[in-house]
């Protein structure tokens, strides 16, 4: 097929001049980042690039298309973060300077060396296979199947942060043979983690980004903060002259099934050494076996020596299948009945799977949706006092103009009983629908500490559906135990769901001489530098944000908080990231302290010229024809990866052949063609009953969907989107 007929977002044939129906990619979108190569760039005589699947801190990965076999495959480009870069429009790689020369060269060997050994697994089953591999460009490419589907670390975001054992060592185990086939071979991959390990739609599990070159960089440059993921990288590989071996893949194998048991993520190995804080599994609430949960803590071990020391031997002691030293069997992984399959990601989401999927929300989502009737948040509350003035809505057959919903939203209550004496303040145990609230545990253990000290934050609500326990730690199992070295007297908060109705605790911590830790932000974090490079830039290019937090981070996000571009979401603690807004932005970084205190902030304003901040694009043309709907909603942000759930107001439009949503502040905006909507329905589940607020979604053919509430008619809303949606061009 000719290159020339397909969307380079999807690599399918093009049947409209317009945005793709299946993917939504605009022909001659501009790259997000001048590091990537544009869409339609031939390599090799042989390949030709499309959409930029993924980057991250050694290389670039393409989707592309095989000209001589006419079928989709992925590149990856050797690009090493902070050693050398391209310029827009020049496709040749240069490293800085002479020294980042040499460490680009020394790593660029690496890279090939790699990709000629893991060219031999080809037949091996978890391992992503290898098709060609070249230089071009001043830099090197590596050819590979295309795999469809999601990581691990969106599958756990999708199923609530955690899996049932038998689900992890079916996951895993195509990973442990995988590792066993290299480690045989002298190789060792040093980056297993949720992020390197990618499910297929048809349920295979495939060991992505083998570290060779970035080990080699690593060593070559010292530069070993940049090549390491906290949590998962055992303290050998810290250190210099650290013995590696393959232990240290054990150590990472272990740390990522604890983080998918559990639904955290390891202490550092590092920290680990002088005061080691690892919560054993069972105690954080899982159902293991404690024979099982000491094999996963000896796999974790700080030290190398006290670990298995082949991924066999850990592979047999988890599953039971012998002791040390007993013999794998890579060609039959365990089955253990009834031993589920692993969940392979959905495909493009229709109607009826995107209700179902409504009605199985993350526990976060209606957590969310509790605090919003315990507060008493509604949309009257949310709605601006000065509403931008949009044009006349759209007129709906027996649709009321948009009405903000009255300030009576309750939780509904069971019939009570004569009331007992008021209990204290933030304990609801004597409420008689939440009667089973009386053997809730939320409390410090010890309650009194000096600056410094630790203790242990537990909590156990039996029956409970969904928790949460703010600030900092989020949605949780029904019991736990958080090690925590607070700096500053401090109350936490535990929200819970159980079949009484909602549950909330507080609990707070006293730190003796220090002041409460509810006003400025905690001492433990410090913003050094958050800045915008150019911060004036024309219409559709890109500006660089800079930043970095020093101190005890326990994570950092950069959110829009006024105009109109992409939020980055959860981000490192010091990077950069290509943004292109469309308008004005202000762009918010968010530091938070691993204390709980509360989140340093920053914010940095990218200039638009020639922008008056009134088109609300996000790309494409801007929107022409009839506005069909203008409508003021409650959007849900449910986006895989983009931390806590977002509840954000504002306005839904159907405007010509786009259809969008602009909230008052926060992200969640989108604009998209009406084309890559796949169907707009009412959820069966509302979480408001007593509110007087309906509930609707939208999908979208790339498998996403958009979540709603309005206090009109939800019904001719959506009947209004998908007649649009049928007559767009």
Not at 137 to 152: F, H, K, P, S, W
Not at 408 to 426: F, H, L
């Amino acid at each position: 097929m000719n290159p020339a007929d397909l969307c380079m977002g999807c690599m399918e044939p093009r049947s409209t001049a317009g945005a793709c129906p299946r993917c939504g990619w605009h022909e001659g979108t501009a790259p997000e980042s001048p590091l990537h190569l544009p869409a339609g760039t031939a390599l090799h005589d042989q390949y030709v690039l499309g959409r930029v699947l993924g980057h991250g801190g050694f290389g670039i990965t393409y989707l592309a298309w095989e000209l001589n076999l006419a079928c989709k495959l992925a590149v990856k480009e050797y690009l090493p973060h902070g050693v050398a870069a391209r310029t827009t429009g020049d496709t040749t790689v240069r490293p800085f300077s002479a020294q980042a020369r040499q460490d680009y060269e020394w790593g660029l060997e690496k890279f090939l060396d790699e990709a000629r050994t893991l060219a031999r697994f080809q037949q091996t089953p978890g391992i992503a296979s290898v098709r060609n591999f070249f230089r071009a460009n001043g830099t090197a490419y590596l050819v590979m199947e295309y795999l469809d589907g999601i990581t691990l670390a969106t599958f756990l975001d999708q199923n609530n942060g955690r899996l049932p054992f038998q689900t992890v060592v079916n996951v895993m185990a195509p990973v442990m043979e995988a590792l066993s086939q290299v480690h045989g071979a002298g190789i060792l991959h040093r980056d297993v983690s949720p992020d390197n390990i990618f499910l297929t739609r048809t349920g295979k599990v495939k060991l992505l980004d083998f570290g060779a070159a970035r080990y080699a960089l690593g060593q070559q440059s010292r530069n070993l903060s940049v090549i390491l993921k906290e949590g998962y990288a055992p303290e050998e590989q810290y250190r210099t002259k650290g013995v590696q071996g393959p232990w240290t893949d054990v150590y990472a194998t272990a740390a990522t099934s604890y983080r998918c048991l559990t639904g955290q993520i390891p202490p550092p190995s590092l920290d680990r050494m002088s005061q080691d804080e690892l919560v054993s599994p069972r105690a954080l609430g899982v159902d293991i076996d404690e024979r099982v949960e000491q094999c996963i803590l000896k796999g974790l071990a700080v030290r190398q020596g006290d670990r298995y020391q082949s991924i066999e031997d850990f592979y047999a002691a988890i599953t039971g299948r012998g002791e040390q030293g007993t013999a794998w069997q890579p060609q039959h992984p365990p089955k253990p009945a009834p031993a589920p399959q692993p969940v392979p990601p959905p495909k493009p989401v229709s109607s009826s799977g995107v209700l179902d999927a409504i009605k199985h929300l993350p526990a976060a989502v209606w957590i969310s949706l509790g605090v919003l009737l315990v507060l008493g948040i509604v949309y009257s509350a949310m709605r601006p006092s000065s509403p931008p003035a949009p044009a006349p809505e759209a007129s709906l057959p027996n649709t009321p103009s948009p009405n903000p919903v009255s300030n009576d939203t309750t939780i509904p209550k069971q019939p009570e009983a004569p009331a007992p004496s008021p209990p204290p303040a933030g304990d609801d145990s004597g409420s008689p629908r939440n009667a089973a609230a009386a053997d809730v545990t939320f409390a410090f253990s010890p309650s009194e500490i000096d600056a410094g000290e630790q203790t242990l934050l537990k909590w156990s609500v039996p029956g409970a559906s969904q928790v949460a326990v703010a600030p900092g730690i989020g949605r949780s199992p029904s019991q736990g135990v958080r090690p925590l070295r607070p700096q500053k007297t401090q109350t936490y908060t535990l929200m819970a769901q159980t079949p009484q109705g909602t549950i909330r605790r507080t609990a707070t911590i006293t730190v003796r001489g220090a002041a409460s830790g509810s006003g400025t932000a905690s001492d433990a974090v410090r913003i050094a530098v958050f800045q915008a490079d150019p911060n004036n830039v024309p219409r559709g290019q890109t500006a660089v944000l800079h930043w970095l937090v020093q101190g005890d981070v326990a994570s950092v996000s950069i959110a829009v908080v006024n105009g109109y571009g992409r939020s980055p979401g959860p981000v490192e603690a010091s990077g950069t990231v290509s943004v292109s807004p469309q308008t004005t932005t202000t762009y918010r970084l968010n530091a938070f302290p691993r204390d709980g205190g509360p989140p340093q902030t920053r914010d940095v304003n990218v200039v638009v010229l020639g922008s008056n901040n009134t088109d609300n694009s996000e790309g494409g043309p801007p929107a022409q024809g009839p506005i069909r709907l203008n409508t003021y909603v409650v959007h849900l942000d449910l986006q895989p990866g983009s931390g806590p759930v977002k509840v954000n107001s504002g306005y839904l439009k159907v405007e010509g052949d786009w259809i969008s949503f602009q909230p008052n502040s926060g992200g969640g905006n989108f604009r998209l063609p009406l084309s890559t909507v796949s169907d707009a329905a009412v959820n069966p589940v509302n979480p408001f009953p007593t509110a007087g607020a309906a509930s609707f979604h939208i999908a979208f053919r790339n498998g996403k969907f958009e979540t709603f509430f309005t206090k009109n008619k939800a019904d001719d809303l959506v009947n209004t989107i998908n007649a649009a949606r049928r007559t767009a061009r």
